[in-house]
C-alpha cells in the first residue's frame, strides 16, 4: 500500500468514526423518546464503539499510520491520564484529562487523539468503578475532542502552538458537555415543561429546548469550570509536553524530519521548532 492510498484510507476511517460519534451523540433529534430507555442506547453506543476503536486501530497499523512503537506509547498514555483524571473527579466542572488528549492529538494526530481520548476514560472509569450508562457517552466525546485536536493547525513556534491549544480548549471543554447532556437530557428534563424533549417534534424546536435546558441546569457554567482547568493546565504544562511528545513522536516514526537539521533539534531538549 503506497502512501498516499494508506493516508487516505486512515483519514476516511478518522472521519467515519468522528461521524459516527455526533450521531450517537444526536439521537434524540431523531428517535422517538417513546420507544428508548436510557440503559438501552447505552448498550448499543457501547456496543458500536468497541468495534469502532478496534477497527481504527487495525486501519492505523494496516496503512502504516501507527506501529508497535506508537501502540506502546499509546498505552503508556493512556495509563497515564487516567491516573491523572482522579486528580479533578469532576468535581465543579474541575477536569484534569483534557489537557493531554489535546496536547497529544495535536502532536500525534486525530487518530490518535481519538483513541487516547477514548481509552483514557475507559480505564479510568475501570479504575473508580464509574462504570454505568454514561461510560460510552464520555469515552465518544473524549475521543471527538482528540479527532479536534489533530486537526489544529500547525505552527513553527512556540508560543503560536500553545495559542491555538488555548484557544481549542475552550470550544472543546463546552462541547463535552453540551454533547454528555444531550445524551440523556430526555431522561433529565422530564417531559412536561417547556425545556423537555419533545418526541416527535423537529429537530430545530428540540434544539432551541435543549439550549434552554443547559441554560436553565447551569450546565453552561459547569462547563466553564472544564474549560478553565483545561487551559490553565495547558498552559503551565504546554511548553514542557509539547517539547517531550513530538521527541517522542520523532523517536517512534510519528514524525520523520525531512532534513538532517530537524533531526538533531528533534533530539536536542527543548521545544522544537
Known amino acids: 500500500m503506497n ?12 472521519l467515519l468514526a468522528g461521524i459516527g460519534s455526533v450521531l450517537m451523540f444526536s439521537w434524540p433529534f431523531f428517535i422517538s423518546g417513546d420507544s428508548a430507555a436510557e440503559a438501552d442506547v447505552a448498550q448499543v453506543v457501547f456496543i458500536a464503539l468497541m468495534p469502532l476503536m478496534l477497527v481504527l486501530i487495525l486501519v492505523e497499523v494496516a ?23 482522579l486528580l479533578g473527579a469532576g468535581t465543579a466542572g474541575i477536569e484534569t484529562a ?17 483513541l487516547l481520548g477514548t481509552g ?7 479504575i473508580t468503578g464509574g462504570v454505568g450508562p454514561w461510560l460510552p457517552f464520555q469515552m465518544m466525546a473524549a475521543g471527538l475532542i482528540g479527532i479536534g485536536a489533530g486537526l489544529l493547525p500547525k505552527f513553527g513556534s512556540r508560543g503560536a502552538k500553545l495559542a491555538v491549544l488555548i484557544v481549542y480548549a475552550i470550544p472543546a471543554s463546552f462541547a463535552y458537555g453540551f454533547l454528555m447532556t444531550l445524551w440523556n437530557w430526555p431522561f433529565l428534563a422530564g417531559s412536561e415543561s417547556s425545556i423537555s424533549y419533545l418526541a416527535g417534534a423537529g429537530a430545530i424546536e428540540n434544539l432551541i429546548r435543549f439550549l434552554q435546558f443547559q441554560i436553565f441546569t447551569g450546565g453552561l457554567i459547569w462547563d466553564l469550570g472544564r474549560a478553565v482547568t483545561t487551559v490553565a493546565l495547558i498552559a503551565i504544562t504546554g511548553p514542557l509536553l509539547l517539547g517531550s511528545l513530538q521527541r517522542a513522536a520523532s523517536k ?3 514524525v520523520k524530519p525531512s532534513k538532517p537539521e530537524d533531526a538533531n533539534r528533534a533530539k536536542a531538549p527543548g521545544l522544537s521548532g
Open 120 to 126: 483514557s476514560l475507559l480505564v479510568s472509569a475501570l
Open 252 to 254: 517512534t516514526g510519528f
Open 3 to 14: 502512501t498516499f492510498s494508506g493516508k487516505w484510507i486512515s483519514n476516511l476511517s478518522i
Open 63 to 85: 496503512t502504516g499510520e501507527i506501529g508497535s512503537k506508537q501502540i506502546a506509547l499509546l498505552g503508556v498514555l493512556i495509563a497515564l491520564n487516567a491516573v491523572i483524571r
Open 98 to 114: 483534557f489537557f493531554l488528549i489535546i496536547i497529544a492529538g495535536y502532536v500525534f494526530g486525530s487518530g490518535f487523539g481519538f
